[in-house]
């Protein structure tokens, strides 16, 4: 199966003519995107307290190198996002480089410390068009960052035309958050579940000074509310990597 960033890239390209010149937006885009911001905000609600299954797969074509880390991801009541390690596989430079990153990346933009949010504080919206996805009618977003800061990407947002939960998120960020990161691109799926968004498939590329191109894919495999304290550990014990190697 062709990976879902290299076919998004190859859609948007094929499809950028026929997006052009959209026709009116259903309703007024301020509207749309203040519906979309209840959505979310009820989709937020909806995911805190709860723990994902996920798997988090990692390559450096450049040294052929790859893992993969199965793991919980939980999310407080406050939002604050823990990971627990259940099992490694791969070599350790992709766990400690890599994913390890990563993990550490994103536990930090969760603090709260910088809002990254898609909001129009952010972002400038424009209607690109409506189309089909998984049987289902979306209103196309594009979304382009009001200034060059950290966790802000350049891109899409694709909403379902019913609840205006998002479907799908994809673009560039518009300033690397580190000296060894080059360009970051990626894609994130959504699948709507009892009217509320639940992650499914990230995937990213990431230009490194170093390693070259790293690929990184993530699936949410299941969610659930009942077990949000089973991933309570706080994410050294993914980064230290003392209980994720079998």
Do not use: C
């Amino acid at each position: 199966m062709k990976p879902l960033l290299t076919a998004f890239l190859a859609a948007t390209i094929g499809s950028s003519a026929a997006l052009s010149e959209p026709k009116a937006p259903p309703v007024p885009e301020e509207q749309m995107v203040s519906r979309y911001i209840q959505a979310t905000q009820a989709q937020q609600s909806a995911l805190r307290g709860g723990t994902e299954e996920i798997d988090i797969d990692a390559a450096v074509p450049k040294f052929k190198k790859q893992g993969k880390l199965h793991a919980l991801r939980s999310i407080s009541k406050l939002g604050k996002i823990t990971y627990h390690a259940l099992g490694f596989s791969g070599d350790s430079v992709v766990k400690t480089e890599v994913i390890a990153n990563y993990l550490k990346a994103e536990v930090e933009s969760a603090k709260g410390t910088s809002d990254v949010s898609i909001t129009p504080v952010n972002y400038k919206f424009k209607y690109k068009g409506a189309q089909d996805w998984n049987g289902r009618q979306v209103y196309v977003l594009q979304l382009k960052p009001r200034e060059k800061k950290v966790g802000l990407f350049k891109g899409e947002l694709w909403l379902d035309a019913e609840t205006y939960m998002p479907v799908r998120e994809s673009g560039s960020f518009v300033k690397s958050p580190s000296f060894m990161l080059k360009k970051m691109q990626f894609v994130r799926d959504y699948e709507l579940q009892n009217g509320v968004s639940v992650p499914q498939r990230t995937e990213s590329r990431v230009e490194t000074r170093f390693f070259g191109q790293v690929e990184l894919n993530i699936n949410y495999l299941t969610f659930s509310k009942d077990a949000a304290q089973a991933g309570a550990d706080d994410a050294e014990a993914v980064v230290d990597g003392s209980s994720a190697d079998q």
